[in-house]
T-cell receptor, first 112, second 112 residues
Framework: GENVEQHPSTLSVQEGDSAVIKCTYS??????FPWYKQELGKRPQLIID?????GEKKDQRIAVTLNKTAKHFSLHITETQPEDSAVYFC???????????FGKGTTLSVSS | DAMVIQNPRYQVTQFGKPVTLSCSQT?????MYWYQQKSSQAPKLLFH???????NEADTPDNFQSRRPNTSFCFLDIRSPGLGDAAMYLC???????????FGDGTRLSIL
């Protein structure tokens, strides 16, 4: 079945360092790839997304890259800050276009 | 202003006693989703409505039902809650399945 794998499951960095989270997806028909940030006890919030006709997208300190051939996409956070600490989920649209499949999440800890 | 509103934020029910969770939206989005999220896990899609069309995930237990009486409201009914149903239940909306999903703050369900 359709699947999204996300790595690493935990990531610890020092403030100011960069963080990279990687996801692979199985369905070649997937064409929409959002990233969500979820702080403890709060709702997931969309931080950036990318569509299959674009290879890279950037929004200030956050960027996402997509390699359709390899079926993987990555989240890059530069100049990390303690407030970036949260769980990050990647997701991919299903071939039927009805929903999203989420990765298992990455817990990012940024220490000052 | 909250655009996807879930009530209540916390719900306690007894084992086997039916419970209903509610979600409303002010975005006029076509699609409404219900997710179950357990601690340290990704949101798991239970079902979604595309307008009035109901789409059930294959592994969603029969114990879970949903109603969408109009565009703005969607309900999650758990007919006979078991201890394993204790979780955060998240409602989300989108204009289309390949568009960003907007999440509510969730309802945390506890089973006594």
């Amino acid at each position: 079945g359709e699947n999204v794998e996300q790595h690493p499951s935990t990531l610890s960095v020092q403030e100011g360092d960069s963080a990279v989270i990687k996801c692979t997806y199985s369905d070649s028909a997937s064409n929409y790839f959002p990233w969500y940030k979820q702080e403890l006890g709060k709702r997931p919030q969309l931080i950036i997304d990318i569509r299959s006709n674009v290879g890279e997208k950037k929004d200030q300190r956050i960027a996402v890259t997509l390699n359709k051939t390899a079926k993987h996409f990555s989240l890059h956070i530069t100049e990390t800050q303690p407030e970036d600490s949260a769980v990050y989920f990647c997701a991919a649209s299903t071939s039927a276009g009805t929903a999203l499949i989420f990765g298992k999440g990455t817990t990012l800890s940024v220490s000052s | 202003d909250a655009m996807v509103i879930q009530n209540p934020r916390y719900q306690v029910t007894q084992f086997g006693k039916p419970v209903t969770l509610s979600c409303s939206q002010t975005l006029n989005h076509n699609v409404m989703y219900w997710y179950q999220q357990k601690s340290s896990q990704a949101p798991k899609l239970l079902f979604h409505y595309y307008d009035k069309d109901f789409n059930n995930e294959a592994d969603t237990p029969d114990n879970f039902q949903s109603r969408r009486p109009n565009t703005s409201f969607c309900f999650l009914d758990i007919r006979s809650p078991g201890l394993g149903d204790a979780a955060m239940y998240l409602c989300a909306t989108s204009t289309n399945s390949n568009q960003p999903q907007h999440f509510g703050d969730g309802t945390r369900l506890s089973i006594l």
